[in-house]
C-alpha cells in the first residue's frame, strides 16, 4: 500500500496516466494526494477529473486557484481568460456532475505516515496558523462552498485585501484571507501580510517579504508541509517542507513523492509532452 504526493495536474491527464503508470498505481492498494490545481491551462481537464472521480478514495484532491476559478466560471461569476483551457469542463454531458464533484473537495489536508505528520494546502499557510488552525479554517471555507452560499462565496473571494490575519475578522473578509493562503501565497513580511503580484522564485521577494515557508517562528515548523502552486520555485524537499509543482503545464514534469519513512522519500518525475503539444507557454 503505497501513498503518493503529487504536484499541480492542471489538465494534464495523459501525463498523469503515464506517471501512474510508472508508479503503477492501484486505486485498490495505492491513495493519491493531489496537491490542488487539478485543472485549466492543459488540454484535458475534464478527463483529469473524471479520473478522478473514478478512483473515488483512493484519490484525495485539494483545491487551488484555478480549481476555483473554474467554479467561478461555471457560475458566471468570472470572464473567461485568454488562457483558459476548461471548455471541455464547461459544455461536457456530466458537467454538473464534474462541477458538483469539485466544490466539495477540501482546501487542507493532514496525514500521518510512519510517524511523521503531513500538512497540505495548494500554496501556503500564514504563519500565525498552526496546523489544527489550518485545518479548522479550511473547513469553514469548505462548508461555504458545499453549501447555499456558493454564489455569493465565489462573488465575493476576488481580491487582495485583507492582506493579513485578523482573529477579529468575520464574514467575506475572513474567507477571502483563508482562500488567498491557501490557494494563492507564495510571499508574506514575518506579520503575514501577503504579496501576490511577484510569480518568481524565491530569490524574487520583494524588500520586506520571505517566502511563506522561511518566516521565523512560523507555526506549522512542527509538521512537512506539502504544497503546489509554485513552479517557480524549484525542486525543494526538505524536512519540514515539500514543494511539488514542478511545471507540468509549461512543459516540465509531473512529480510524485512516494512516502517512505520520515525524511526519506522517493521523488518520481515524468515530463510532459501534453503540455507542449498544445502550445502553451509560460
Known amino acids: ?81 485568454r488562457s483558459d483551457t476548461v471548455a471541455d469542463v464547461l459544455q461536457a454531458p456530466d458537467r454538473s456532475a464534474l462541477l458538483e ?8 489536508l493532514q496525514h500521518q505516515h510512519a510517524g511523521e505528520t503531513f500538512l497540505m494546502v495548494h500554496a501556503g499557510v500564514l504563519p500565525a496558523w498552526d496546523a489544527p488552525k489550518t485545518l479548522a479554517l479550511a473547513a469553514e471555507l469548505e462548508a461555504v462552498l458545499r453549501g447555499p452560499d456558493l454564489l455569493d462565496l465565489l462573488k465575493r473571494m476576488y481580491g487582495n485585501e485583507p492582506a493579513a490575519w485578523d482573529d477579529a475578522l468575520r464574514g467575506e473578509a475572513r474567507l477571502r484571507v483563508v482562500v488567498n493562503a491557501l490557494t494563492r501565497l507564495r510571499f508574506c513580511t514575518e506579520k503575514g501580510e501577503m504579496e501576490f503580484a511577484t510569480k518568481e522564485g524565491a530569490g524574487a521577494a520583494p524588500r520586506g517579504y520571505l517566502p511563506w515557508f522561511e518566516v521565523p517562528g512560523r507555526r506549522t515548523a512542527d509538521v512537512t508541509v506539502a504544497f503546489g502552486h509554485w513552479s517557480t520555485l524549484g525542486r525543494l524537499a526538505r524536512s519540514d517542507v515539500l514543494a511539488l509543482d514542478t511545471g507540468c503545464v509549461w512543459g516540465g514534469c509531473l512529480t510524485a513523492l512516494r512516502l517512505v519513512s520520515p525524511g526519506a522519500h522517493e521523488r518520481i518525475e515524468l515530463r510532459c509532452e501534453a503540455a507542449l503539444s498544445v502550445g502553451l507557454g509560460h
Open 101 to 108: 464533484w469539485l466544490r466539495r473537495q477540501p482546501l487542507a
Open 1 to 81: 500500500m503505497a501513498h503518493y504526493l503529487i504536484g499541480d495536474v492542471q489538465g494534464c491527464d495523459g501525463a498523469l496516466q503515464r506517471l501512474l503508470d510508472t508508479l503503477a498505481f492501484s486505486p485498490s492498494r495505492d491513495t493519491l494526494w493531489l496537491l490542488g490545481d487539478l485543472v485549466n491551462r492543459g488540454p484535458a481537464s475534464a478527463a483529469v477529473l473524471r479520473r478522478l472521480m473514478r478512483y473515488g478514495g483512493s484519490a484525495r484532491c485539494l483545491l487551488g486557484n484555478h480549481d476555483l476559478h473554474l467554479l467561478a466560471l461555471a457560475h458566471g461569476v468570472r470572464p473567461p481568460h
